[in-house]
DNA sequence: CCACTTTGGCAACAGTGTTGCCAAAGTGCA
DNA sequence: TGCACTTTGGCAACACTGTTGCCAAAGTGG
């Protein structure tokens, strides 16, 4: 069972692993850019090795010259910035009565989006062809407006068959409710739609569009969106709609798990024989949350939010959560005031350094272009 | 904040990594060694890659053959195996009572162990001075029994300011009841003995040693010993003694979080409005499980381990579950059966795979082993 | 105006894993 | 018994990495 035991590296692997380095500190530094000998340092490269490897990725048009800064008591270092229009990723996120995707460059920036209705009841195959067909519409939404086909014809990912004039598509990236393998690309059984179970919906809708496809639960697609900096930061995505699940950030990359189910935050108990729960334990956490949420006590949600995220914050030294789905978002107020305020109570009294709590940035879009991300993150090396 | 985003890699460190990833194969494989073309297949490299890094390791005495293997239709291959006596480290643990210290050897074999009463509540200066002469006796015992000394004089570490003859002693590992900051080596507020809050004990023993110290959390020590192979799995040690605290393995390393203060497993709330505990809030784990544990009711104290331990399988998506800590040692057989029972039925209900619920190998010495493990861990790219 | 600092490129270098080639040492079939 | 074949593992040449040494360009500050 123990197959292979982590990769070797070899000299591709270096070189890959150092310019996703670069990249991501240029993505990082938005339009400002970055100077080479400030790369330098933060990577702990020399000056020349940066030198090389910014000369690579200039070549490859995904990095662009931003101009001089002011000097220092020598010559004025030149700022490097990422070029976002260089690729494009695409997000599809399917929900439970909608599709929708979204056309991001390497920034991470929507530059075209589109939804529709959508059935994730209907059978398999019928709602593949749907969500294939809203992807073709963007892009050729996107093709119309010239957004797309600008990049160089380098970098290996070609064409999608005609569907997209000129290269630089690097993917889809796939945000579906779980359970589900991010591993394989199959769905497990979701709560009421088992037609899906055991559907290999990753490599289907690969060969349907003709495009490299990763899938990913909701959740973790929207915690990816949180990772940031290469820093080893911890931080939660607390997402409350139909259900109650978690992404968790985990030491600066996404924690999926050992068979990518992690994340059921909902269904932690914190009442010992609490009301019963649909997963048959008691007292669950998304029970008795939902349950506050019908019968519109909003503050009694959030201070049971509270409770699970303190729960969460503890166990795992979490340094940030943020809060989004359908619940939240509809008056996202009380929900942020009551989860801060728990947590801030116990940090306190444990002495703690503080933990912000925010909404979830761009709401309703932090799903879908976090999904688009996860074609994005293997550039810089995020994950 | 953000500082230094993530090492870049240079030759050095590729080199590093790769001859790490071929010790830990070999650490796994035991006494019977394993062969180099199956050590190409695990890690990824080419056979001849292999055999330059095996002619290193080889040559620093590190790695030894072991005879011949079977023939598969040609050459027999040569099978390589660890040579566990080329190194040692040290483990400490310092305890509320008592300190303990043992010698291993590279494949985290106990070759030499002592221990002794201690208080930790004693002034920092003495509680120091006791430990060091703890780990003084030690390597005494050690060097008259001439078990060290026999490694080659090369790998840079020397000799101990004359305590031990030759070299080959890695350093130190130290475990300490939590919390502490991993990084900087400094304690925190230890429940009950604020004259360490602050105390920089691992530069403090480095300097009186002369020998690399390490410092962890008790738990994390013990959760280090899970760690074997390289596979991404995850595994929760939960030590149930004095307190209740966890260490996490999360991907198949040590996770400790941004302040490495992760794992306070015993203050999860698990009953909204419970009994009070002394970290201020209400129906804490730990409060409900101590409790149950001092009226004698382990049963219910195991009832209790095992909603918090479910939580953390389906938050974390755990594959292992291992007890430790005084009080399930002193009887085990309730709290596995106990633990293993609520897990299981919750997994059947999820319809997961099966968890495996154990006591820790080598129960009391599971912290102590773990600690000198701290120190060989950056041989096999573990941690 | 000149000494000094910082930036950033060119050329030579050390050292990595890889490729091509080949000898050694088995198995298995005629 | 003989011979073709497979597997093992080392030697030499190679492609490529980041590093070092050197130097020109372009600023600051006395």
Known sequence: MSGAAGPGANLTALRSHNAALVL?????????????????????????????ITARLRAEGLLAEAGQRASTGGKPPTALRLVPDARHAIGLQLDRDEVTAVLVDLAG???AARSAPFDFGAPAENALAAATAEVRALLADAAASGVVGGGTAAGGVAAAGGVVAGGGLLGVGVAAPGPLDHGSGVLHRVTGFPQWDGFPLRDA???RLALPVVLDK?????????????????AAY?????GLGAGLVLGGAVYRGARTDAGEFGHQVIQLDGPPCDCGNNGCLEALCLAAVARGDRKDA?????????????????????LGGR???????????????????DSDRASRPPVSVDVVER?????VEGAARLVLAPLFALG
Chains 1, 2 share one sequence.
Do not use: W
């Open 24 to 52: 991501r500190l240029l993505r990082d530094a938005g339009e400002g850019g970055v100077s080479r000998p400030e790369l330098a340092g933060r990577t702990g490269l020399t000056p020349q090795a940066v030198s090389k």
């Open 238 to 242: 607390l997402h409350l709609g139909t």
């Open 327 to 345: 619940m939240v978002l509809a008056d996202p107020g009380p929900y942020v005031r009551g989860v801060a305020a728990m947590i801030a109570e």
């Open 205 to 207: 809708l690969a060969e």
């Open 302 to 322: 959030a201070r049971l939010l509270g409770v699970g995220a303190t729960n969460l914050v503890r166990l795992l030294d979490i340094d940030r959560v943020l």
């Open 218 to 234: 909701d959740t973790n697609a929207a915690a990816l969106g949180l990772v940031t900096a290469g820093t080893a930061e911890s």
């Open 109 to 111: 920036t929507s530059v």
């Open 363 to 367: 709401g309703e879009r932090a799903v």
